[in-house]
């Protein structure tokens, strides 16, 4: 069993930035897939980004350039730094892990409790 919690978010001016964790509990952090995933309202969940446990990340094409993923083992931390925010990035944001992978598609078991993320322009 895992337990992620987040933290950071809020309310940031376009063009801000904003850095989330999530502190995760167990022992085996870094054979885990850890992965940002955000719903606005009215719209279905979309991937963010995800950090491999082999080190390699991926980006959604919207946030590529702008977003950071990144991971300290040591600290069970997964961090999204979010720079150059834009209005369109408000959201709830949501970590995620899993050791679920198929075809390259990470299958979550374990969720964090969402933190808003509010863009105003």
């Known amino acids: 069993q895992v337990q992620l919690v987040q933290s950071g978010g809020g309310l940031v001016q376009a063009g801000g930035s904003l850095r989330l964790s999530c502190a995760a509990s167990?022992?085996?952090?870094?054979?885990?897939?850890m992965g940002w995933v955000r719903q606005a309202p009215g719209k279905e969940r979309e991937f963010v980004a995800i950090?491999?446990?082999?080190?390699?990340?991926a980006y959604a094409d919207s946030v590529k350039g702008r977003f950071t993923i990144s991971r300290d083992n040591a600290k069970n931390t997964v961090y999204l730094q979010m720079n150059s925010l834009k209005p369109e990035d408000t959201a709830v944001y949501y970590c995620?892990?899993?050791?679920?992978?198929?075809?390259?598609?990470?299958?979550?078991?374990?969720w964090g409790q969402g933190t808003q993320v509010t863009v105003s322009s």
């Open positions: 167990g022992r085996t952090f870094s054979s885990y897939a």
């Open positions: 950090s491999w446990s082999g080190g390699s990340t």
């Open positions: 995620a892990a899993t050791k679920r992978v198929d075809l390259g598609v990470p299958h979550y078991d374990y």
